[in-house]
């Protein structure tokens, strides 16, 4: 087998791990379809948080290329495919993305290939989508090429587990399959976990993100009602963590974001009805709860405006960290959107700041970006914490505002200050 690994999809997902096969002594080839952000990496620049500059140009000293070539498929002894799966309009996953990639695949398809789906989807999805169209080639799986599935497990931002020791969970269209994965990211990761089968491997993923979601809701359902009983709920959690067995820890906050626990769970719950004719009904009362944050935080803003006799029309609020967890730039399916969605509907004048984040747009509205952060904290009416990012001293921008909501149960409390 060909030492030259092709990587489609050169976002969060395909670049650390390009990064890690590099330093395996791969020769790795990055394939995107974007031409601005094969041309930064040619240029040693890096389009993600996680990477530095400094980490492309030790990539490309270690021979990494980037490219829109497809055609560079063929040479390759190991193809990953690490593209992105948003929701369809029906709840499902789109995957045009990942159809697109696998039919490049299939045009330059070699025998001996190994071919692994890393792009979260639904159980069955590598046997009755993916292998079909590659199969196109007048090649068979499991016979004349390898096919596997390897759930991505990247966390953004995070400084303690990345690509290498994060365990790989890969299951193969046959057990030969499930092996020649293995032996390909054995060279640069720490663990690999074999499963069963393709669909055990893609059933992994979903449920690690399913136990999150439910958890989550369950602390934002808790939220409510405690504080209409005038229980801390901060202060409940933190007791509870105390038990050394049978209790994890969730925080509640201002709804869910990012790339996995908003969207992967429906993948699941879409799946099940579309083939088994009934709903997941614990997922789909998550999602209700977890999307109905958003909204209960703008009430709660609008009470705290209130007690001081303002109306929310015209109030000016300012939200403080935009992006979906700290002290990343990334903003996909952040719930301050829709709290903004919120605000601006109930005629706020809604402001940001954040700074990993220049421009920001929510609602169809270019929402103006607060460079002087604590006169921005002095001047609103109302200030919402809605992540907390390292660059912020949470108490001192609190004792700074005339009204302080942490939705993050950072702040200590005084007369201006109000947690979730």
């Known amino acids: ?62 021979g990494f290329c980037a490219t829109t070539d497809p055609s560079v498929i063929a040479q390759a002894g190991s193809v990953v495919i690490c593209v992105p799966t948003p929701l369809s309009k029906d709840g499902g996953p789109d995957l045009g993305a990942v159809t697109a990639a696998v039919k490049s695949v299939a045009a330059y398809l070699q025998r001996g290939t190994l071919v692994v789906l890393e792009s979260t989807t639904y159980p069955g999805t590598t046997d009755e989508v993916v292998r079909p169209i590659l199969e196109t080639s007048g090649l068979v799986a ?29 299951g193969g269209h046959t057990q030969n399959c499930t092996q020649a994965a293995a032996d390909f990211y054995g060279r640069f990761v720490d663990t690999v976990v074999k499963t069963k089968g393709t669909r055990e491997a893609e059933m992994a993923k979903l449920l690690e993100n399913t136990y999150r979601h439910i958890n989550i809701a369950l602390v934002n359902e808790m939220a409510r009602f405690c504080h209409d009983l005038n229980i801390d709920l901060w202060d ?49 009362l998550a999602q ?73 747009t929510a609602a169809g509205h270019d929402l103006t970006s607060e460079s002087d952060l604590y006169g921005a904290v002095a001047e609103a009416d109302a200030c919402v914490l809605l992540q907390n990012h390292r660059d912020y001293d949470v108490d001192v921008l609190a004792m700074c505002s005339r009204r302080f909501l942490d939705t993050r149960g950072i702040a200590q409390r005084n007369a201006t200050v109000e947690r979730l």
């Open 142 to 170: 499991g016979v004349d090429f390898n096919l596997a599935f390897s759930p991505e497990r990247i966390d953004p931002g995070n400084k303690e587990f990345g690509p290498r020791n994060t365990p790989k969970v890969i």
């Open 236 to 284: 409940v959690i933190g007791a509870a963590s105390t038990k050394p067995f049978g209790f994890q820890a969730f925080r509640h906050g201002p709804g869910v974001g990012g790339h996995c626990i908003p969207i992967d769970p429906n993948y699941l719950s879409h799946n099940v009805r579309a083939k088994l004719g009934y709903s997941f009904r614990i997922v789909e």
């Open 1 to 62: 087998m060909s030492d030259i690994a092709v990587i489609i999809g050169l976002g969060y997902v395909g670049l650390p791990l390009a990064r890690e096969a590099t330093r395996s002594g791969l020769q790795v080839i990055g394939l995107d379809l974007s031409e601005e952000v094969v041309a930064d990496l040619e240029a040693g620049r890096s389009h993600i948080d996680d990477l530095t500059d400094d980490d492309i140009i030790e990539m490309k000293h270690g």
């Open 288 to 360: 209700e709860i977890n999307n109905s944050m958003p909204a209960y935080v703008a009430r709660r803003v609008q009470d705290l405006l209130n007690r001081d006799g303002k109306a929310v029309r015209g109030a000016s609020v300012l939200l403080l960290g935009v992006t979906y967890k700290p002290n990343i730039a990334d903003v996909r399916e952040s719930p301050a959107a829709p709290l903004a969605k919120c605000l601006l509907a109930l005629g706020a004048n809604v402001s940001f700041h954040d700074p990993h984040v220049k421009n920001w």
